[in-house]
């Protein structure tokens, strides 16, 4: 789940056309700091200014969750199998809340810097329907952790029942996985849809206005500057080598423009 935000964070990023963009497109725009899960409540939180350190910044809380999750997953597990780590014992002789705290921290911090830069970017994207890609993105993984406690609270009142040689804990895990199994079909479904749409031209639409501004009215850019500007930067995707000739052909339209007009 830590890679799937740090990849939705990747795509909004490549969505404006690359960091530089997306920076250039937000500069004038502030940060609120209070925001869910950490600091909704705090009222007296300022706003910060969108710059590359504190972009950087929030991208580094995102990827650390990717980074630290796995390594205490995997040091829970062995320390399992040496019998010092008992899920949901809370004693000091125990490594299980010595695990937890990092845990829940990491992933905390990770969720709070994602729903940050989201609602950063949102209004710009607004017609790639990012709104409902954070949705489909957000189920996933409040079904995936709230069920995951539900079914743990039951099994510990002895619900379901056991039956024959299976015990409520192995019936709870069942139970579990076959309504994540139905519920995760649903929401592919509804990735599929959001996340398959042709989205070039809109992508182009983006890069057109992040960059209208740098360019310098009255005048056409010098083609040969331009052809070697080109030469020597290596497009990196379809859609960035789209975008590039929609500007080109919007600074001819401009060059026109401003030569009828004188």
């Known amino acids: 789940m830590s890679r799937s935000v740090f990849h939705f964070v990747s795509l909004m990023t490549l969505y404006f056309g690359g960091k530089k963009k997306l920076l250039h497109r937000i500069r004038d725009d502030k940060i609120i700091l ?3 899960p950490c600091c909704c409540c705090c009222c007296c939180l300022p706003m910060i200014p969108a710059t590359q350190q504190s972009f950087t910044v929030l991208k ?5 969750a990717a980074i630290v999750l796995p390594v205490l997953n995997m040091a829970s597990v062995v320390l399992w199998l040496d019998g010092k780590y008992h899920s949901g014992s809370l004693s000091v002789h125990d490594a299980y809340p010595y695990l937890t705290a990092p845990t829940v921290v990491s ?5 709070y810097a994602y729903i940050i830069l989201y609602r950063l ?6 017609s790639l329907s990012i709104s409902v890609k954070f949705l489909s993105l957000q189920l996933a993984i409040s079904l995936t952790k709230v069920q995951t406690l539900i079914m743990s609270i039951l ?7 056991c039956c024959g040689t299976l015990s409520t804990l192995v019936l709870s895990q069942t139970y579990r996985q076959m309504v994540l199994i139905l519920e995760m079909f649903l929401l592919s479904l509804l990735a599929r849809r959001v996340y398959r749409d042709p989205h070039d ?4 639409v983006i890069a057109i206005e992040a960059n209208a501004d740098e360019t310098v ?3 056409r850019p010098d083609v040969e500057q331009t052809a070697g500007q080109n030469s020597n930067h290596e497009l990196k995707s379809p859609v960035e080598m ?3 000739l929609k500007l080109d052909a919007e600074d001819d339209e401009r060059f026109g423009f401003y030569q009828l007009k004188e």
Request: net charge positive; aromatic share 6%; glycine share 6%.
């Open 242 to 244: 789209q975008c590039s």
């Open 155 to 161: 099994a510990a009142n002895g619900i379901p029942a």
């Open 121 to 126: 970017c949102r209004r710009y994207l607004a």
């Open 201 to 204: 031209e809109v992508a182009m």
């Open 60 to 64: 580094i809380l995102v990827l650390q």
């Open 34 to 36: 209070r925001a869910p």
């Open 217 to 219: 009215e009255g005048t």
């Open 107 to 111: 992933t905390l911090l990770s969720f």
